[in-house]
């Protein structure tokens, strides 16, 4: 039981997740109107297409499959991958109660009942406001995930990386096709999915998970 015990600790990275919904779901209640409208004429260009819902959904099963796998074969890409997901979602809270931003009058007036993505998209609408969009998490995980992926030595399939890159591209792009987040939090997701890369993976924090965890 200790060597159990021992093998999967890192498992108590995930109670992350409980706090972190409560707080987004606490955002999402608290800000609703009163916010910084962030969508510009830019983003009016940029057209709605509604089957870039599927990528978009897939981002949910995207980051919770690629834990659990990093979960169970190796820890040290768990601990990164988790130190990534935290760091970059603890900022994003922190960003949005001190700086409440949403998007005004962006989404499609009206949606195609006669679309076969209609239920789905109804769905994504009615559950996720447009408010605390800034930077975007949709893009930050994707990234984080991805990164966790290509350079994991447990992952030799080079059709896995580049799937994984693919997928990464389609979620981010999915954002900004789905009328979910505007130009500026794309680009504060990417920039902030570098600054913590360079944070977990090349500084003297990144030695001392290789150090301490298992492969």
Request: with cysteine; net charge positive; proline share 4%.
């Amino acid at each position: 039981m200790n060597s159990l015990i021992k093998k999967y600790k890192h498992i108590i990275l995930a109670l992350y997740v409980p706090i972190y919904l409560i707080c987004f779901f606490f955002l999402e209640r608290t800000v609703t109107t009163d916010f910084t409208a962030l969508n510009s004429p830019i983003d009016d260009i940029i057209p709605f297409i509604p089957v870039f819902i599927i990528p978009y959904i897939l981002w949910f099963f995207y980051v919770a499959v690629s834990a659990i796998y990093f979960f169970l074969v190796s820890q040290r890409d768990f601990v990164k991958l988790m130190s990534f997901l935290i760091i970059g979602m603890t900022a994003y809270l922190i960003i949005c109660y001190i700086f409440p931003n949403g998007l005004r009058d962006f989404r499609p007036a009206q949606l195609d009942a006669e679309s076969p993505f209609y239920g789905m998209i109804s769905w994504l609408y009615a559950t996720d406001t447009s408010t605390n969009v800034f930077p975007s998490i949709h893009v930050y995980n994707s990234i984080g995930v991805h990164i966790a992926i290509s350079r994991s030595d447990k992952i030799r399939h080079k059709a896995v990386k580049i799937g994984s890159l693919v997928l990464c591209i389609l979620i981010c792009l999915s954002t900004m096709f789905m009328k979910q987040h505007a130009l500026i939090d794309v680009i504060g997701g990417c920039v902030m999915g570098q600054l913590v890369y360079h944070l977990v993976y090349k500084t003297k924090y990144s030695g001392l998970i290789d150090r301490k965890a298992w492969s």
